[in-house]
Structure formats: structure tokens, C-alpha cells
């Protein structure tokens, strides 16, 4: 079992930054493949970011390709997800989830925090 909790959200003009956080409990951390997602009001949910459990391999969505960064410490059990030169259409709640596939595919992720909100104001 995992549990997943986010922190980092907030408020941010464009052009701005933020770093969310996603602590994980459970031995396994290490082990699990994580990702980040998101979903603004009246759409679905969609992939941002993913890490191996490595932390060797990155996969990231064309829209925010050279804006955020994922990384992981595998010591303090937390994912992050750096997010630069942010716009508006960032807006979102943001969900890390953890998984045993290193995979762009929401479906194949097991665990699942309870987001925290983004909102980008132009």
C-alpha cells in the first residue's frame, strides 16, 4: 500500500513558477515508477510527467516539454515536479500517482494522491 500527498499548489501569475511535492509512505517508494497528471474543470484527466523508479528515465507531455522538470529523492520518499514559465492554461489540479510501469497511461497507475490545485492568472 501506498499513500500519496501532495503539496506545492497555489497561485501564480504567468511567466511564473512553482514546485509541487508528493510525499509517498511505504517501503516500496523506491521501487515505483511515478507520475504526475492533471485535470482542469470540465476536461479530463491527462498525463504531465513521468519517472522511473530509477529516476533515469523522464517521459513528458509536448505541452509542457522544456517548461517542467520531474525528479525524484528516493531517501525522502518525494516526487517533484518543477514547473516554470507557467501560463494559464496550466491550470489544474495536480495528481501524482505511483505505479509499477514506468508508462504515460493513467490506467496503469495504482496509487493516487488527492491533487493540489494550480491556478495560473494571466
Known amino acids: 500500500q501506498v499513500q500519496l500527498v501532495e503539496s506545492g499548489g497555489g497561485l501564480v501569475q504567468a511567466g511564473g513558477s512553482l514546485r509541487l511535492s508528493c510525499a509517498a509512505s511505504?517501503?516500496?517508494?523506491?521501487?515505483?515508477?511515478m507520475g504526475w497528471f492533471r485535470q482542469a474543470p470540465g476536461k479530463e484527466r491527462e498525463f504531465v510527467a513521468a519517472i522511473s523508479s530509477s529516476g533515469f528515465s523522464k517521459s513528458y507531455a509536448d505541452s509542457v516539454k522544456g517548461r517542467f522538470t520531474i525528479s525524484r529523492d528516493n531517501v525522502k520518499n518525494t516526487v517533484y515536479l518543477q514547473m516554470n514559465s507557467l501560463k494559464p492554461e496550466d491550470t489544474a489540479v495536480y495528481y501524482c500517482?505511483?505505479?509499477?510501469?514506468?508508462?504515460?497511461?493513467?490506467?496503469?497507475?495504482?496509487?493516487w494522491g488527492q491533487g493540489t490545485q494550480v491556478t495560473v492568472s494571466s
Open positions: 511505504g517501503r516500496t517508494f523506491s521501487r515505483n515508477p
Open positions: 500517482a505511483a505505479g509499477v510501469s514506468f508508462t504515460t497511461d493513467a490506467g496503469k497507475y495504482d496509487y
